[in-house]
């Protein structure tokens, strides 16, 4: 594990998973917001967000987390096929809607770790809601046959629930 691809929908815990596993295993971390987005929440021109993802992906190990961008799909398959390892959280639909509800929630006290410092927590909520509604366009089954299809040479995990969540690190992060 050198290489680690962390993907999701939203509020599925990703960065949480990436945190703790960073910790562990001594791979440096990259959150996808903090190169898509400005300090101001504003998104960077798509030139300079595949200039850093490039840069990532060419070094020498890694853990990117998110999906991040919905408009640049290339820049998640080329990430899937760097990585040697994919970890694809999969919650059920109803968790992640209690989940990024729970996120707002606690926003209004206290800002969710690595958003932009002036980006706001609704926006990014209601931004959210908008992207579920999508999700299942995407992150289906379809989808996750794809995925096993192109991780042949890879280690897949698929998390599916908040149990095997909290578990990953423990188990795998040595």
């Known amino acids: 594990m050198k290489k680690v691809a962390v993907f ?18 001594g791979i440096p971390l990259y959150a996808l917001d903090s190169i898509l987005y400005q300090a101001d929440g504003e998104e960077v021109c798509r030139d300079q967000y595949e200039q850093r993802h490039e840069a990532i992906l060419d070094s ?34 109803s968790v992640t809607y209690w989940l990024v509800t729970k996120r707002c929630l606690k926003g209004l006290f206290v800002k969710p ?12 909520t209601l931004e959210s809601f ?36 909290n578990g990953f690190v423990e188990k795998y992060g040595k």
């Not at 999701?8 to 295993?25: D, F, I, Q, R």
């Not at 770790?113 to 990014?124: A, C, T």
């Open 8 to 25: 999701g929908k939203p509020a599925n815990g990703k960065s949480t998973l990436s945190k703790k596993l960073a910790v562990a295993t």
């Open 60 to 93: 020498g190990s890694w853990i990117i987390e998110g999906f991040a961008p919905m408009n640049s799909p290339n820049s998640f398959y080329r990430r899937l096929e760097a990585a040697d390892t994919l970890i694809y959280i999969d919650l059920p639909y």
């Open 113 to 124: 770790e690595g958003w932009p410092q002036r980006s706001s927590v609704l926006k990014g």
């Open 130 to 165: 908008k992207v579920l509604k999508r999700c299942p366009g995407f992150w289906n089954e379809v989808f996750l046959q794809r995925i096993r299809q192109q991780s042949a040479n890879k280690t897949l995990h698929v998390i599916r629930s908040v149990s095997q969540l």
